[in-house]
């Protein structure tokens, strides 16, 4: 495949991928959507189907890896790193797309849900300065766009975002070896897509399951340029963990697969 195709592919699948994503979190967290607090279930199986749908619609144009970690980890089993930066470049590309059409979908209720004196406070009065001052670092809204932990420890949460990617990768890795090798096809768009509702359910809770740099990276940029009320801070301090713990999950899924599959 040609590096145009590559980073097409990335792109739209990537955008596809975050704009469902951040688009369930959006529908269950947001005020004045239809589907407030359907809670958790909602939003890992929303998920899931986010990923279903963005590997099948991109599969045939780049491979539909979506996620540095998993370029990262193919890269590093087959030895071929030339296309790394084009597919990199494409899904973060594609991530801060899809988080924008997300905003775009949800305008009314980003609006209604920051503007509410019980979400941010009213100005000047106690209350409200106490809300600011916990939003200063993570905002109101950044729950849509980016992950954020429950509680702040960073070898924990470091260790989270390793561990859940690990299982990603090499889910990902094996797919098909027991069909001499060749993979799985279209099948495997469904088993990636159970294997991310698994971890989002059962790895999910304590710091939301980035396990994919660009899907974090990208949208919590978004969400720093866009012109949002009251929408505090971006959490730019947890920023690299959701980076770095995915690529590090990677890397140790790769090198595994390398010792026992290969």
Do not use: C
Request: a negative charge; charged letters at 10%.
């Amino acid at each position: 495949m040609s590096s145009s195709d590559i980073f097409i592919g990335e792109t739209i699948g990537t955008a596809i991928l975050i704009l469902l994503g951040a688009g369930v979190v959006a529908a269950v967290v947001l005020k004045a959507s239809k589907a407030q607090n359907a809670g958790w279930l909602a939003i890992t199986f929303g998920w899931g189907f986010a990923v279903l749908t963005a590997v099948y619609t991109t599969a045939p144009l780049s491979g539909a890896h979506l996620n540095p970690a998993v370029t990262l980890a193919i890269a590093i089993k087959d030895g071929e790193w030339s296309n790394v930066p084009t597919y990199w470049a494409g899904q973060l590309l594609g991530a801060m797309i899809g988080a924008t059409l997300a905003w775009v979908a949800y305008y009314g209720q980003f609006r209604a849900h920051l503007t509410d004196p019980e979400i941010v406070g009213d100005p000047g009065t106690e209350a409200g300065k106490a809300i600011e001052a916990r939003e200063a670092q993570a905002g109101p809204v950044l729950g849509v766009f980016s992950t954020g932990p429950e509680i702040r420890n960073v070898a924990q949460n470091l260790a989270t975002e390793i561990i859940g990617t690990f299982v990603l990768v090499i889910a990902v890795l094996t797919q098909g070896l027991n069909d001499n090798g060749n993979g799985l096809g279209i099948l495997g768009a469904l088993i990636t897509a159970l294997v991310v509702v698994g971890i989002g359910l059962s790895l999910g809770g304590p710091t939301g399951y980035a396990i994919n740099p660009a899907r974090d990276l990208g949208p919590r940029i978004v969400h720093a340029l866009l012109p949002l009320p009251n929408k505090g801070g971006s959490d730019w301090g947890y920023a690299w963990i959701p980076v770095v713990g995915p690529l590090i999950g990677g890397a140790l899924a790769a090198g595994l697969y390398k010792l026992a599959f290969a």
